[in-house]
């Protein structure tokens, strides 16, 4: 069954300093793989997304994430974070059929310090 | 374009009660998911609904249900209402069904029951 873990429940970063959040899948075979946001009091909306090809993947808003199959992972990351990255950011795995839903980790909440 | 509309924004009800919540997609999206997100939980997948059929269920009782019209809109029925049914309530659609289709979510009902 497909499974994803985000160990991190909360993390603070500098503006300016560099992110990286971690994500973490279970899936049989290759997934499609997604970041998302959720900024507060809104729905998510979708940062990038992996499906197969190049393994480091560049999204909105100055964001990237590498999937790397040995370690089942696939990381975001953003060279220089700016006060208006606070928010809620969910990693999600899909399976490539048409049945597929797509399942969400639990989130990782990040604060800017300014 | 229109986004994917939720109503009502919020919903106070009393344990026992029956809670209706609503969303429109995309106009030509024909997949509706609906997320449950309590605090702490991150999203969990309730229904998925593609073409007016139940395509898929989450790990929820059967007292949480739904449907989906012609017009691709979508209704959550959740009857006899817990305290702990209280959560944000995310509707997102797609394109067509799948994984490989982004899915694009409203801003949530935020349900809460007393």
């Known amino acids: 069954a497909q499974s994803v873990t985000q160990p991190d429940i909360h993390i603070t970063v500098s503006e300016g300093a560099s992110l990286e959040l971690r994500c973490n899948y279970s899936?049989?075979?290759?997934?499609?793989l997604f970041w998302y946001v959720q900024s507060p009091g809104q729905g998510l909306q979708l940062l990038l997304k992996?499906?197969?090809?190049?393994?480091l993947v560049q999204g909105i808003k100055g964001f990237e994430a590498e999937f790397k199959r040995s370690q089942s992972s696939f990381n975001l990351r953003k060279p220089s974070v700016h006060w208006s990255d606070a928010a809620e950011y969910f990693c999600?795995?899909?399976?490539?059929?048409?049945?597929?839903?797509?399942?969400f980790g639990s989130g990782t909440r990040l604060s800017i310090r300014p | 374009e229109a986004g994917v509309t939720q109503s009502p924004t919020h919903l106070i009800k009393t344990r026992g009660q029956q809670a209706t919540l609503r969303c429109s997609p995309i106009?030509?999206?024909?997949?509706v998911y609906w997320y449950q997100q309590a605090l702490g939980l991150g999203l969990q997948f309730l229904l998925w609904?593609?073409?007016?059929?139940?395509?898929n269920r989450g790990n929820f009782p059967p007292r949480f249900s739904g449907r989906q019209f012609p017009n691709y809109s979508s209704e959550l029925n959740v009857n006899a209402l817990e305290l702990e049914d209280s959560a944000l309530y995310l509707c997102?659609?797609?394109?067509?069904?799948?994984?490989?289709?982004?899915?694009?979510f409203g801003p949530g009902t935020r349900l809460t029951v007393t």
């Open positions: 609904y593609d073409e007016g059929e139940e395509r």
């Open positions: 997102a659609s797609s394109l067509a069904p799948g994984a490989s289709y982004e899915q694009y």
């Open positions: 106009s030509g999206h024909t997949s």
């Open positions: 899936y049989g075979a290759t997934p499609y």
């Open positions: 999600a795995v899909g399976a490539k059929s048409s049945a597929s839903k797509i399942i």
């Open positions: 992996y499906f197969s090809g190049d393994t």
